[in-house]
Nanobody, 115 residues
Framework: VQLVESGGGLVQPGGSLRLSCVAS????????MSWYRQAPGKERELVAA????????NYANSVKGRFTVSRDNAKNMVYLQMNSLKPEDTAVYYC?????????WGQGTQVTVSS
């Protein structure tokens, strides 16, 4: 089982990034997927989530209207489009898959928002 994130990097405030997470080793289309983030000295927090078929999403209040989560079950991929980025969005972003009684995490990708 693997979840591998990519797409992080350094971006200026107001900029955009698109994170990707590719899954393998499990039935991706049966799993709800989500993105979490963890900033230095802070607890890991939920950013966005999407149901297994992609029909429903939810977001942390801090990112509503700026971030969009989506998935492509044919490609075993989940995405996080991040627009209007702010310095407070700086964190390691993690992909998480949740099935029946099981949870998988990726290794994370660093996002740094700074001028």
């Amino acid at each position: 089982v693997q979840l591998v994130e990519s797409g992080g990097g350094l971006v200026q405030p107001g900029g955009s990034l698109r994170l990707s997470c590719v899954a393998s080793g499990f039935t991706f289309s049966s799993y709800a997927m989500s993105w979490y983030r963890q900033a230095p000295g802070k607890e890991r927090e939920l950013v966005a989530a999407i149901t297994s078929a992609g029909g429903s999403t939810n977001y942390a209040n801090s990112v509503k209207g700026r971030f969009t989560v989506s998935r492509d079950n044919a490609k075993n991929m989940v995405y996080l489009q991040m627009n209007s980025l702010k310095p407070e969005d700086t964190a390691v972003y993690y992909c998480k898959g949740r099935g029946t009684g099981v949870v998988y995490w990726g290794q994370g990708t660093q996002v740094t928002v700074s001028s």
